[in-house]
């Protein structure tokens, strides 16, 4: 598969739960990583792999995979959690790299 | 800490070649995969390639045709040049490495790279 497609925006009341999903074929055999892009800054990496955390990414944030689809959770949303994530993977074959198209996060 | 630091001529005309370099500080380049990632205006996050070990590459295949990255490690230093570029091309234009082809750990600052139509 060439593609992973995310929802372009997604909203959560602030201490609320919020799921960012990313959806692509090769997601059935390889994990997503995720990336938070705050405006004016470089993305940063948020989780890889199965579900972890580079050192300093708060523990409210989490990954998880179904299928053709995976998750980055959000436990307690804070006002600095808005930003724009994306997701990447390898392709099904383990060629090239995919990216997401990125979501939107609001936090009302 | 690995630092990155992107460089390049902020603006390309039309038909010419675009040349970034990325310079790698506090670490060792081998090991790592070393992308190239860019950003257009519209924010979409595109992967433009790997160099891994300072030998292999791996392009998008939609810009191989025009692309070579390298390193010299003597510089800490990497490199890409695109060549025939369009104002299709014109985006921030990132440099980030990891462990893992598609875990980019740490991400240069971006440099914008216009290219006017």
């Known amino acids: 598969s060439s593609e992973l497609t995310q929802d372009p925006a997604v909203s959560v009341a602030l201490g609320q739960t919020v799921r960012i999903t990313c959806q692509g074929d090769s997601l059935k055999n390889y994990h997503a990583n995720w990336y938070q892009q705050k405006p004016g800054q470089s993305p940063r990496l948020v989780i890889f792999g199965k579900n972890n955390r580079p050192s300093g990414i708060p523990d409210r944030f989490s990954g998880s995979g179904s299928g053709d689809t995976a998750s980055l959770t959000i436990t307690g949303a804070q006002a600095e959690d808005e930003a724009d994530y994306y997701c990447n993977s390898r392709d099904s074959w383990n060629i090239y790299i995919l990216l997401g198209g990125g979501t939107k996060l609001t936090v009302l | 800490q690995v630092q990155l630091q992107e460089s390049g001529p902020g603006l390309v005309k039309p038909s010419e070649t675009l040349s970034l370099t990325c310079t790698v500080s506090s670490g060792s380049m081998t090991n790592y995969y070393w992308n190239w990632i860019r950003q257009t205006p519209g924010k979409r996050l595109e992967w433009i390639g790997y160099i891994y070990n300072t030998m292999s590459t791996n392009y998008n295949p939609s810009l191989k045709s025009r692309l070579t990255m390298s390193v010299d490690t003597s510089k800490s230093q990497l490199s890409l040049t695109l060549k025939s570029v369009t104002p299709a091309d014109t985006a921030i234009y990132y440099c980030?490495?990891?462990?893992?082809?598609?875990?980019?750990?740490?991400w240069g600052q971006g440099t914008l790279v216009t290219v006017p139509s």
């Open positions: 980030a490495g990891g462990t893992e082809a598609a875990t980019w750990v740490h």
